[in-house]
Nanobody, 124 residues
């Protein structure tokens, strides 16, 4: 009932920037919290950043704090992840996720809706 589509991934050099977009459609009123997750080969999917639709409150993983910014455009039902000062260790598939509720959680299994992912590759 909620569809999420990520875009904006690509190949950049270390120190560069990318902006990811997550366009939501369907029953978007079910989306109280939006999150960005990433998964590198051989590693578990990990939380990157999250935002509450109503208040705009944000939360970041320590690994990206100060470099990444999550934001939303309520009118467009779109969430963004601005990624600056990219490092090779940021290389991963990036996934947009949504859930209902109050708490901004960091565990993938707590999110009901997922996008297909977009690849971010940072070269040295």
């Amino acid at each position: 009932q909620v569809q999420l589509v990520e875009s904006g991934g690509g190949l950049v050099q270390a120190g560069g920037s990318l902006r990811l977009s997550c366009a939501a459609s369907g029953r978007t009123l079910s989306m109280d919290i939006m999150g960005w997750f990433r998964q590198a080969p051989g590693k578990e999917r990990e939380f990157v950043a999250g935002i509450k639709w109503r208040a705009g409150s944000t939360y970041y993983a320590d690994s990206v704090k100060g470099r990444f910014t999550i934001s939303r455009d309520n009118a467009k039902n779109t969430v963004y992840l601005q990624m600056n000062s990219l490092k090779p260790e940021d290389t991963a598939g990036y996934y947009c996720a949504a859930r209902s509720g109050v708490a901004l959680t960091t565990t993938p299994r707590t999110y009901a809706y997922w996008g297909q992912g977009t690849q971010v590759t940072v070269s040295s």
